[in-house]
Nanobody
Framework: VQLQASGGGSVQPGDSLTLSCEVS????????IGWFRQAPGKEREWISY???????LYSNSVKGRFTVSRDNGKNTVYLQMNGLKPEDTAVYYC????????????????WGQGTLVTVSS
């Protein structure tokens, strides 16, 4: 089971960025995929998930700005981020877990390397 987040980079406030989470060695259909982020000096926080039935949920900090989607044919999950703010600066992770899952780290059993997003003017 491998997950690889990519697509991070340095952007300016208000810009958009799309992160990808490539899932390998198992079908992404079988697992829920979450998105977490960890800002410098802070705890890792949950921001979104997409379940096997396609249902999604977002934290209040990103609701209305971020959109999670999945392409099962490509075994890839995406996080479209619009209206980026400096406080979105963090390393972003996309762990996987079997339902039931939610916003708790321990519910996700598989983690990969994160990708750094820096929002600064």
């Amino acid at each position: 089971v491998q997950l690889q987040a990519s697509g991070g980079g340095s952007v300016q406030p208000g810009d958009s960025l799309t992160l990808s989470c490539e899932v390998s060695r198992f079908s992404s259909i079988s697992y829920a995929i979450g998105w977490f982020r960890q800002a410098p000096g802070k705890e890792r926080e949950w921001i979104s998930y997409i379940k096997t039935d396609g249902s999604r949920l977002y934290s209040n900090s990103v609701k209305g700005r971020f959109t999670v989607s999945r392409d099962n044919g490509k075994n890839t999950v995406y996080l479209q981020m619009n209206g980026l703010k400096p406080e979105d600066t963090a390393v972003y992770y996309c762990p996987a877990g079997r339902p039931p899952i939610g916003a708790i780290e321990s519910e996700y059993h598989y983690w990969g390397q994160g990708t750094l997003v820096t929002v600064s003017s």
